[in-house]
């Protein structure tokens, strides 16, 4: 039975959920992907995408990613995840006792493999192509149990081996709204760096707009009036003279 087992013995599987802070989300995915490579794991997936914030009237990246590790390397790795987040929003860690299920299938396996070895003796000795083709058949169900047994026996030591880790990983806006009792003056810098940037480019394109329109718009209108306003000034100029 499996409250029998010894606590050494059991077969457990550990999984973790977070959703951390992060100032680069993109970079954060690499370094933790990087992690999984030094515990002697892998990644499962990785996704980095990019979502508007509304509050912060910004589009900033965002991602989530899956990883494996050693089992007995999860809080370790755990640790080193918490360490490069500005803020942790949620963390869950689970363990699944699969003691009983992997016991069950093992017992299962045993039987069927007896069975198979019996059915090949059957079918060695089997004389009709009726009893054969019989034989047969059982055979082929048997060894099919066999390979999906096996298969789920894997799907659960590998589990149980190397630890799952799912975290998403949230940007952190600097421009978000105020929280009761708390303010975040790079915020403020923020909205006016982005102020700045608005009205340098408003002058920017003001400044194009005057160079492209109105500039030579002056000058087809501006020189004629400078050489008609020059000759009748020198017309009034030799009028006098003649006067005088």
């Known amino acids: 039975f499996a409250g029998d087992v010894a606590p050494a013995d059991r077969v457990v599987i550990r999984s973790a959920n977070l959703s951390i802070v992060v100032p680069e989300p993109s970079a954060s995915v690499q370094e933790i992907a990087n992690l999984a490579s030094r515990m002697g794991g892998f990644v499962v997936s990785s996704n980095v995408f990019q979502t508007f914030f509304s509050e912060a009237n910004v589009s900033a990246d965002r991602a989530s990613i899956t990883i494996r590790v050693p089992a007995e390397r999860l809080d370790e790795a755990l640790e080193a995840i918490r360490a490069g987040a500005t803020e942790i929003q949620s963390e869950n860690i689970s363990g699944q006792d699969v003691t009983q299920e992997f016991t ?18 059957i079918m060695s000795s089997a004389q009709e192509t009726e009893d054969v083709l019989r034989v047969f058949e059982n055979l082929r169900q048997v060894s099919e149990e066999i390979e999906v047994i096996k298969g789920r026996i894997q799907y659960i030591s590998e589990s149980a081996r190397l630890s799952a880790i799912t975290v998403e990983l949230i940007p952190d806006v600097a ?5 009761i009792g708390g303010w975040r003056p790079e915020g403020t810098v923020k909205e006016a ?12 394109e003001a400044a194009i707009w005057s160079v492209i329109c109105i500039v030579p718009v002056s000058l087809i209108l501006g020189v004629p009036l400078f050489f008609a306003t020059r000759t009748l000034r020198r017309r009034r100029a030799a009028g006098k003279a003649g006067e005088d």
């Open 175 to 179: 421009a978000q709204p105020l929280e």
């Open 193 to 204: 760096f982005t102020a700045l940037i608005r009205a340098l480019r408003f002058l920017g």
């Open 104 to 121: 069950d299938l093992e017992s299962r396996l045993r039987n069927l493999v007896a069975a198979e070895e019996q059915l090949l003796e």
